[in-house]
């Protein structure tokens, strides 16, 4: 007699591994928060039958995010992509979440009174969450001090830990806190944040408390964030944190001078994220990195435009410091005493320079007043190994673009270059700049220009071309072909030079609208000496940027209205012609507006 064989979708086993291929949270950037949450799919596959209901029902539960789920009753307005589920719903399901990511302030009127027990699975009264099986939990500032203790402590095994201290809280609630951060052993990821809040005890101050915590999750920690902190102010004893791989420190850093010194405790420390304004103790810091953080090669700030609104930034030679002592010990030149002194040592060095060396800057985050010939200078010591730099500025001068144009012709890894200009100043006709000499770095795949202001230009000079008979139709589209050396490099094309948003006061469009006159009415060659006499250009016909050029997005600051004078748009073109001799460049960010190259 023969035995049937059972169908493999009856086994909860193998319908739970097809169901993680469901598509359930989409990454979308139009949305707020990145992600759409669209249960379409599965809710389909839920109705089958009740063993599919049944087996796949954790999984259109396993991520709770209340910006994305939450009920109109505490977010007040659901924006397109988010659901309004009733809070009640969400609570009964709550045993199935395995990621927890607060934002909101939960409905006060279905929390429980405080200190009340998390209720069981089973209880249908349940007006508390009852999450035990959480690995990721991110708490804002909201959400109750007493349900967050209960979920801390619920979850022993948690990975993942974001706390953000709660807006007012009793002296009370500071051994509760404190007990159920302890009972952590397993994190591999801590972000603490606004912990100066909590009132310190008598006999305990912050840093014993962080000490101890860290210490418990020592073996396991990954990464670790601090913000908003004070007090730490000395440190005497610490814990070797062996495999902290990040670390970001967003504090002020005048009420926690310590901070700096964390890093002597990282020794497998690869990126370091700093609050990088004028109170970070560079000095202090950038030696401590030298000789304890071998593995270093990305810096990053962590305040965006923060620090231009403070108007409290670093001084150059800071910047200088960091960086330089961050480059590759293959480039720095020991003396007799240092070599001495590590030799046989586990330092840094040996007898013939760097054994244990420092790999170099991969990544670079900053924000500067202008980037300046001395600080391009030190970026440069990291040439060989940049593969992306984010730039923030708050200058309008000329170098920032020759001095940008020197990075993308020197880094030759460079994959992603950011360059951003706080105050919106930047002058497109500068930023022609950009292309003096041809990138090195070909396998270039994003860049992200922003901050070009409407320019204020001369139009004397076009209407008094038309007075002598030139027209519009004359002129249509010319596109500019920048060459060096014989090679052309790129090409340009400028769109009705004869707009009177252009003139002869602004340097390089007087040569610019020489060359177009010429053009339109003889159709030659031109050439034209630039301030650096070493650009030639060829003046023909054009069409607008190529079409494998599509928009894909553009956010809520979208300025490229501009970029639509003379100037503008030759930096366009200019911009979108060197791109086609970058192989790998498939985004382009220019004032907001996204492109993505689309393959053919």
Known sequence: MSSLRPNPLDLPEVLTRIGQFIPLWVRNSNSSYGLIFEPQDLLSAMAVSRHFYVTLTPLLWTVYDDTILQSEESFGLIEQGLYNIPFNLILSKSHYFQFFVNRLRPPPSLLSPPHSPLPHATDNTNTRFNSRHLQELSISHFFPTEQAIELVLANPR??????????????????????????????RTLHLSGWNQIPEEEDTDPLH????????????????????????????????????????????????????????????????????????????????LRDHCPKLSAIRR?????????????????????????????TRVFTTTEIEAERGSQGLLTEHGAEHHVSGLKHFEMGFGGLNMTITNALLTHANHLETLILFICGDETE????????????????????????????????????????????????????????????????????????????????????????????????????????????LGQDYAAAATTAATVETTTDIDMDQGCILFKIERNDDIPAIWQITDENIYNRTDHLQGTYGRAFKRMLFSFAETMPNLVTIELNGRVRERVKV
């Open 158 to 187: 948690l990975l993942l830990l974001d706390w953000k201290s709660p807006s007012t809280i009793g002296f009370t609630a500071t051994p509760a806190i404190y007990q159920a951060l302890l009972s952590l052993r397993h994190l």
């Open 209 to 288: 408390r962080l000490r101890t915590i860290l210490v418990n999750n020592s073996a396991h920690l990954q990464n670790l964030s601090l913000s908003f902190m004070s007090g730490l102010e000395s440190i005497t004893e610490w814990v070797v944190l062996p495999n902290l791989r990040t670390l970001a420190l967003n504090n002020v850093w005048e009420s926690n001078p310590a901070l700096v010194h964390l890093v002597r405790f990282c020794p497998a420390l690869e990126t370091l994220t700093i609050h990088a304004d004028g109170g970070c103790d560079v000095k202090t810091l950038a030696p401590l």
């Open 302 to 330: 962590s305040s965006g435009h923060i620090t231009f609104q403070r108007g409290f930034l670093l001084l150059d030679e800071d910047y200088v410091t960091l960086i330089e002592e961050c480059r590759p010990l293959s």
């Open 400 to 507: 920032n673009f020759e001095n940008a144009n020197r990075l993308l012709s020197i880094c030759t890894h460079l994959k992603r270059f950011e360059f951003y200009n706080y105050h919106l100043e930047w002058n497109p006709e500068d930023g022609m700049l950009l292309f003096q000499t041809p990138w090195a770095c070909r396998g270039i795949e994003m860049l992200i220009l922003d901050g070009f202001a409407d320019p204020f230009e001369n139009h004397a000079f076009y209407q008094e071309w038309d007075d002598d008979g030139g027209s519009d139709d004359d002129l249509g589209g010319v596109i500019i072909h920048t060459r060096r050396g014989g090679e052309v490099h790129g090409d340009v094309r400028l769109e009705q030079l004869n707009d009177p948003s252009a003139g002869p006061d602004s340097g």
